[in-house]
């Protein structure tokens, strides 16, 4: 099954930073004339279908199958986008529909699941990051269009459909039924945890820099109500299984706790997609005046979201903690060419503060601190998907060791209890337990014996 299902991902819908940027259409009809030989081929294998092929054929599902080679050439992360496609990557900056509460791509004409969204039906229903769903209500959905698999999930809210889960580390598929609700898009949500506020942030829509703004106003307010030293011991600004969003919204997010200096900067092949995004200190400095902050990653943290790891790492602002990121270090600019037609074109490569690109590597984290509360995750680690896995991607120009990328996939010894283990202490998210239990060490609220689990 692993190599059935191999890493080879298709993206259908927004994961990494996306500029939008308008384009006058006249200036998209402009062709160099030294390509005309090439149009003259293309034109002449269209006629060849349109004349000799065994069914007749239409000509839009011609110019879109050409169109999507185009861009499918070019690398993962540049596509065409029309209908429910387009409609899709619309909803995710802000919107909501009723239906399972998944961001799914396309894997070698398998639905594979990115991520479920947080607090949604299939994040309840038990569904993971890495699964691959196989059947819907009995039926085999394996190589139909993504947008028709979409479709089929989507339903009035309050039904319910049956989905076969092949999860790698598993030896056998599986069935899960979900019950359909009303997604709300909640990108930024928050939690008082005694002393420590928690802010997860699941995408980079509009206003998430606002919003983490209020959640840490919120945490400060209730750490001083009710908590055990009348202030805010640390914070936490979770950005696992965040696969990205506006690219604007990352710096903004970051220009809450950076003062001052570059937080992103991009550069591309034609001067204008060349650019240095600065901390402009809107909020007087850091809007969390000083307190300790854990950011926490994970292979499905990408694009946006490893910017502003990146950003926070380089300025020291941050300790971050988790798993190697995805490694998306580049730019996707959404062109829209009419009402229902767009293209999402990469046009850009971003590198940290101190010039790093993630491209590939992605960002280490400070201190690497694997899922061990996941009874799947040792097994599911060798088959993790990132950038660097997929067919076409852009290679970081200063050339990384293969080898070298794999190591964080070697078992820590610190980290040795099972699952089980953990849940009969309670402990059912261990980074974020360990993220916690580090910044409350840090206020001296409790001994450095009890952060570390042997």
């Known amino acids: 099954m692993k190599h059935k299902f191999s890493a080879l991902a298709r993206c259908a819908l927004l994961a990494g930073a996306v500029a939008l940027l308008p384009v006058a259409t006249a200036g998209l009809a ?3 004339g030294r390509v005309a030989p090439q149009f003259a081929r293309l034109y002449t294998v269209y006629q060849l279908i349109k004349a000799d092929y065994v069914d007749p054929t239409d000509d839009d599902k011609l110019v879109k199958g050409a169109i999507d080679g185009m861009l499918a050439s070019l690398d993962p ?3 065409y986008l029309e ?3 387009l409609e899709r990557l619309d909803t995710m900056i802000d919107g909501s529909y009723a239906g399972l509460g998944l961001q799914v791509v396309m894997d070698d004409s398998a639905v594979k699941v990115v991520s479920p969204m947080r607090g949604s039906p299939a994040e309840k229903a038990g569904v993971k ?3 691959f769903i196989t059947h819907l209500d009995g039926k085999l959905i394996y190589g139909i269009e993504l947008d028709d698999a979409v ?3 989507k339903g009035p809210a309050g039904t319910q459909i049956r ?3 092949y999860r790698p580390g598993r030896d056998a598929p599986f069935d899960l039924t979900v019950t359909r609700g009303v997604i709300s898009l909640q990108p930024v949500t928050s939690e008082l945890k005694g002393d420590v506020g928690v802010i997860s942030v699941n995408e980079f829509s509009h206003d998430v820099g606002k919003d983490v703004l209020a959640a840490i106003r919120t945490l400060s307010a209730g750490a001083q109500a009710g908590g055990k030293g009348g202030h805010l011991a640390g914070l936490v600004l979770d950005l696992r299984q965040n696969p990205g969003g506006a690219l604007d919204e990352a710096v903004a997010l970051s220009d809450l706790f950076i003062s001052d200096g570059v937080i992103v900067s991009q550069r591309g092949r034609i001067t204008s997609e060349n650019d240095i995004y600065r901390a402009e200190s809107v909020f007087a400095g850091d809007a969390a005046k000083g307190i300790p902050l854990i950011v926490l990653i994970d292979a499905g943290s990408a694009s946006a979201s490893e910017i502003v790891a990146g950003a926070l790492q380089d300025h020291h602002r941050a300790l971050i903690m988790g798993e190697r ?3 998306k270090g580049s730019v996707q600019s959404m062109i829209r060419l009419d009402a229902t037609h767009a293209v999402k074109l990469t046009t850009a490569r971003y590198y940290t503060p101190s010039g790093r690109s993630v491209q590939e590597g992605g960002i280490q984290p400070d201190i690497r601190v694997p899922q061990i509360s996941d009874p799947d995750a040792r097994k599911r680690d060798a088959d993790a998907l990132r950038e660097s896995d997929l067919r076409g991607h852009l290679v970081n120009e200063a050339g990384l060791d293969d080898k070298k990328l794999e190591a964080d996939k070697k078992p820590d010894p ?5 699952a089980a283990e953990l849940e009969a202490k309670g402990i059912k998210d261990f980074q974020l337990w360990y993220a916690i239990q580090t910044l409350e060490h840090a206020n001296g609220t409790v001994p450095l014996g009890k952060v570390v689990a042997r």
């Open 30 to 32: 402009a062709v160099d």
């Open 77 to 79: 992360h540049s596509a």
């Open 83 to 85: 209908g429910a496609s």
């Open 129 to 131: 990051a890495g699964d």
């Open 151 to 153: 479709a089929r999930m």
């Open 163 to 165: 989905l076969t889960i």
């Open 325 to 327: 990121s995805f490694g």
């Open 414 to 418: 610190r980290f040795a209890m099972t």
